[in-house]
C-alpha cells in the first residue's frame, strides 16, 4: 500500500474514533425481548448514538408500549453498554464513557390513537423522534406509497404538538405534498431520519429535489439510507451510500447531510402483527421483497468515514455529516 493511502486510512480511523457518529435510523426486532447484544455492533463499528424504532403505524399501541416497556428494562439492566439518552449533552457524555447512548423513535403517528397527549407521554417514555405517517395514509396525513392528500386539520395540531414537546419531526415515509407541509408549518428544523435523493434511484420512499430544499430550508437534516432497494444498489455498498451522500452534499451542502443507516436486526416481515398485510404496507409493485433486500450494516460506518475524505470536505464538515448535524438539530429540538 502506498504511504499516503496509509495516511489516508490512518486519518480516517482517527477521525472516526473522536467525532460523534450518530446513526438516526435502526430496529431491533419488534418483540420486548429482542437482543440488546445486537447493538454491540454499532459500538464496535465507532457509532455512538443510535435511534431506535418502538413501533410503527402498523403496530397496535399496546404492542408498542410492551416494546418501548421491554426496551427500557434492557437498557436499564445493561449500564455499562447502554445509556437511554434524553440530551445531546448525555449522548455526548455517553461517548465519553465508552457508551452507546439510545433513544426511540416512532414510524408514524397511529400510535398516538389519536390523542394529542400521547405525543408528551411517548417523550417520558424515551421518544426522541417522529414519522407522522408511514407509507400508507392515516389521519394526519398521506404517505409515501399512497394518494397523497396532504397534512390535515388534525396533523396540523400533532405538529405543533410535536413542536411544544420537543421530538424531532421526521418526514421519512410520509408523502411528498404531506411532507412538504410539515415543514411550512414546523416551527422548528424538520429531519429526513433515512432517505435518499429520488434523483438518483426513482422510488417511492426516496425524497425529490424540492422536499430536500425545504428540509434544508428548515435548517434540518437528510439521513441517507443504507436500504439497498433505496441506494439502486442490491448489495447496500458503501460507494452507493457515498454517491447518495454526495448528491445531497451538493446540492444543500454540508451542514444538511447525515447518516440513518436504517439496519434492520431481525426479519422485517415479521414486525407486522397477527392479522396484519406486509403487502398494504410494503406493496411488492415498489419492489419490497424482504427474503431478497439487503441493508448496509453497522460495520461499514468506518468506510463511510474514509469515503466522505475523498469527497473534498473538510474535517468540520464530515464531523457534520457523521453526527454534529444530527446533534444541532436535536439540540434545537428536544427541549
Ligand atoms: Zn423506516
Known amino acids: ?17 473522536d467525532a460523534l457518529v450518530w446513526d438516526a435510523h435502526s430496529c431491533l426486532p419488534l418483540k420486548p425481548d429482542a437482543d440488546f447484544d445486537d447493538l454491540l455492533r454499532h459500538r464496535a463499528s465507532g457509532v455512538d448514538y443510535v435511534s431506535i424504532n418502538v413501533g410503527m403505524d402498523m403496530n397496535p399501541v399496546a404492542d408498542v408500549i410492551r416494546v418501548i416497556a421491554g426496551f427500557r428494562a434492557s437498557l436499564a439492566a445493561r449500564p455499562v453498554d447502554f445509556v437511554l439518552a434524553g440530551t445531546v449533552a448525555e449522548l455526548r457524555q455517553a461517548k465519553r464513557d465508552g457508551r452507546l447512548a439510545v433513544s426511540f423513535d416512532l414510524e408514524g403517528s397511529l400510535p398516538l390513537a389519536g390523542d394529542l397527549a400521547m405525543v408528551g407521554l411517548y417523550r417520558e417514555l424515551g421518544v426522541r423522534q417522529m414519522h407522522l405517517v408511514y407509507n400508507r395514509n392515516n389521519a394526519v396525513g ?28 421526521d418526514c421519512s415515509h410520509a408523502g411528498e405534498r404531506t411532507s412538504l407541509e410539515i415543514m411550512e408549518v414546523s416551527t422548528k428544523p424538520v429531519v429526513f431520519s433515512h432517505a435518499n435523493p429520488r434523483a438518483l434511484v426513482e422510488h417511492g420512499r426516496n425524497i425529490s429535489d424540492a422536499q ?91 468506510e463511510i468515514t474514509e469515503g466522505l475524505l475523498t469527497l473534498g470536505l473538510d474535517e468540520g464538515e464530515i464531523r457534520g455529516v457523521l453526527g454534529e448535524n444530527f446533534a444541532r438539530v436535536a439540540e434545537a429540538t428536544w427541549v
Open 1 to 17: 500500500m502506498p504511504a499516503d493511502a496509509t495516511t489516508a486510512a490512518a486519518r480516517a480511523r482517527a477521525l472516526h474514533a
Open 142 to 169: 398521506g404517505g409515501c406509497h399512497d394518494l397523497d392528500l396532504g397534512l390535515t386539520g388534525y396533523g396540523r395540531q400533532v405538529v405543533a404538538e410535536i413542536n411544544r414537546v420537543g421530538i424531532l419531526m
Open 212 to 302: 430536500i430544499d425545504a428540509c434544508a430550508a428548515s435548517g434540518g437534516v437528510i439521513g441517507i439510507n443504507g436500504v439497498g432497494l433505496f441506494l439502486g444498489d442490491p448489495a447496500a455498498g458503501t460507494p452507493a451510500i457515498l454517491r447518495h451522500l454526495d448528491y445531497v452534499l451538493q446540492r444543500v451542502g454540508p451542514g444538511h447531510v447525515g447518516i440513518g443507516l436504517d439496519y434492520s436486526f431481525g426479519a422485517v416481515g415479521e414486525d407486522v402483527p397477527d392479522g396484519g398485510d406486509a403487502a398494504y404496507w410494503w406493496p411488492p409493485e415498489a419492489g419490497y421483497d424482504f427474503a431478497t433486500v439487503r441493508f448496509a450494516e453497522p460495520e461499514q460506518f468506518p
